[in-house]
């Protein structure tokens, strides 16, 4: 078998119409990404890229740890979430952040807490998503 790079500056369409620099989809792509449920035991990933794993921390509070670390911890964070038959309204999924543990964003990981928006109680969602774009080590 015999290994091959390709080596371009721009992806071009077939008809030359549409064109993108390389340098966009290096750093336009998730670098990791996870699908999880942290009602499940040990905040069970459902599918995830990237991930090494998943921690349940406490309840509401769970950590993701990259397989390949980001080169520094201003990555970007997108996150969604769910939970089913829930009557306390709004909730937010946000970087774990306390006294005690000043940050929950590092380049080997990301701790992140669910909590419900007008209580700020934490809670265990059932689904969590998150997207993580950044710079790979």
């Known amino acids: 078998i015999m290994a091959s790079i390709l080596r371009v500056n721009t ?15 290096a750093q336009g ?3 990791s990404w996870v699908n999880l449920d942290k009602t499940a ?24 740890t990259f397989s390949n670390n980001f080169s520094n911890a201003n990555y970007s ?10 009557n306390e309204g709004d909730f937010v999924l946000a970087n774990y952040y ?7 964003q ?3 990981f990301n701790r992140v807490l669910s909590t419900y ?5 934490a809670f265990d969602i ?11 080590a």
Do not use: E, W
């Not at 071009?12 to 119409?17: G, L, V």
């Not at 964070?77 to 829930?86: I, Q, T, Y």
């Not at 306390?98 to 929950?104: E, K, R």
């Open 11 to 25: 992806l071009t369409d077939a008809s030359s119409n549409n064109s993108v620099p390389i340098a966009t989809v």
């Open 29 to 31: 792509t998730a670098k």
């Open 41 to 64: 035991s040990g905040a069970a990933a459902r599918d995830s890229f990237n991930v090494s794993g998943t921690t349940d921390n406490a309840t509401g509070d769970f950590t993701v």
């Open 77 to 86: 964070v997108a996150s969604h979430g769910c939970r089913f038959h829930s």
């Open 98 to 104: 306390s006294s005690a543990y000043s940050d929950g």
């Open 106 to 108: 590092a380049t080997s």
């Open 117 to 121: 928006a007008s209580s700020q109680s």
């Open 126 to 136: 059932h689904v969590a998503s998150m997207q993580y774009l950044g710079d790979s």
